[in-house]
């Protein structure tokens, strides 16, 4: 079976230091790999997508950015946060192809920056 | 332009049914989804309509009209366990979902 799994669960950074979330599944080839953030009340904002190995598709200008050095691997980076970037941060995936829509979320990682 | 909207917050008593409408616009259309999201957890798939109709799963039952733009999932024999979250979501032309901010459910005894 398939399982997804991201990390650290929780973390409280200072502003202007780096940030690193690693997401990974196991289980299943080449899937569609996204991040999300979740801010309080709102929706989910999609921040990153990836179809593929260095295939990096961005939704939203900001000082995130993202990267799949492996085929079930991805990862969230920042050099320097802010406190806008505080939030419920969400990995997920699914099958590649355009009939299957659902989504498995990792287990998420609050981030607070201060 | 794409938007989605559902209500903020609901309140029901456990045993009883409960309805969560969801609309949206959007000039290109995939199926509509349903998620269900407890506090600090992440979402959990319930229901997928592309066709319109009512689709039942159990307890669970969600309904899709796409010349209204209109959908609704519906809850019967509310259980304490279903406070949570429910998030819609449609699917767009580019196969992207777009998120309603989801509806807070709280459940009574």
């Known amino acids: 079976s398939q399982t997804i799994h991201q990390w650290p669960a929780t973390l409280v950074q200072p502003v202007g230091s780096p940030l690193s979330l690693e997401c990974t599944v196991e289980?299943?080839?080449?899937?569609?790999l996204y991040w999300y953030r979740q801010a309080a009340g709102r929706g989910l904002q999609l921040l990153f997508y990836s179809v593929g190995i260095g295939q990096i598709s961005s939704e939203v200008p900001q000082n995130l950015s993202a990267s799949r050095p492996q085929d079930r691997q991805f990862i969230l980076s920042s050099k320097k946060l802010l406190l806008s970037d505080s939030g419920f941060y969400l990995c997920?995936?699914?099958?590649?192809?355009?009939?299957?829509?659902?989504?498995?979320f990792g287990e998420g990682s609050r981030l607070t920056v201060l | 332009g794409q938007n989605i909207d559902q209500p903020t917050e609901m309140t029901a008593t456990e045993g009883a049914i409960v309805q969560i409408n969801c609309t949206y616009q959007?000039?290109?259309?995939?199926?509509l989804f349903w998620y269900q999201q407890h506090a600090g957890e992440a979402p959990t798939f319930l229901s997928y309509n592309v066709l319109d109709g009512l689709e039942e799963k159990g307890r669970f039952s969600s309904f899709l009209s796409r010349s209204k733009g209109y959908s609704y999932l519906l809850l019967k024999e509310l259980q304490m366990k279903d406070s949570a979250s429910y998030l819609c979501a449609f699917m767009d032309s580019n196969y992207q979902l777009i998120w309603g901010a989801g509806t807070k459910l709280i459940i009574k005894p």
């Open positions: 997920a995936w699914s099958g590649g192809g355009r009939d299957t829509g659902e989504l498995f």
């Open positions: 959007t000039s290109g259309f995939n199926g």
């Open positions: 289980g299943t080839s080449n899937p569609n």
